[in-house]
């Protein structure tokens, strides 16, 4: 497995960005689709964006499709998610996973690597 490490959680206004990154190791990282998710509280785990490993071919739940932006750096072994417009309804801890093979998904069940998780707070 790979592990996963992210940060760049915060608070933040309502209307403001954050760019949250995910630092990946243990395995080559080219080899895997990555993907963001989030758990607000008292709610399940939702799928946000994931990005294939070439980073070609991305995906985005109909909640943040044009404010997020998903991207990697094989090179670096990261992942990023950038964030803007946020909303109080994007409050939530903020989770990395990695899927092995090429094809995206926004199941929380294909990813097999998880990373802690990092808070994000969108103040009203």
């Known amino acids: 497995q790979v592990q996963l490490v992210e940060s760049g959680g915060g608070l933040v206004q309502a209307g403001g960005s954050l760019r949250l990154s995910c630092a990946a190791s243990?395995?080559?990282?080219?080899?895997?689709?990555m993907g963001w998710f989030r758990q607000a509280p008292g709610k399940e785990r939702e799928f946000v964006a994931a990005?294939?490993?070439?980073?070609?071919?991305?995906r985005y739940s109909d909640s943040v499709k044009g404010r997020f932006t998903i991207s990697r750096d094989n090179a670096k072994n990261t992942v990023s998610l950038q964030m803007g417009n946020l909303q109080p309804d994007d409050t939530a801890v903020y989770y990395c996973?990695?899927?092995?093979?090429?094809?995206?998904?926004?199941?929380?069940?294909?990813?097999?690597?998880w990373g802690q998780g990092t808070q994000v707070t969108v103040s009203s």
């Open positions: 243990g395995r080559t990282f080219s080899n895997y689709v």
């Open positions: 996973a990695a899927k092995v093979g090429v094809y995206t998904s926004n199941y929380e069940r294909d990813f097999g690597s």
């Open positions: 990005i294939s490993p070439s980073g070609g071919v991305t």
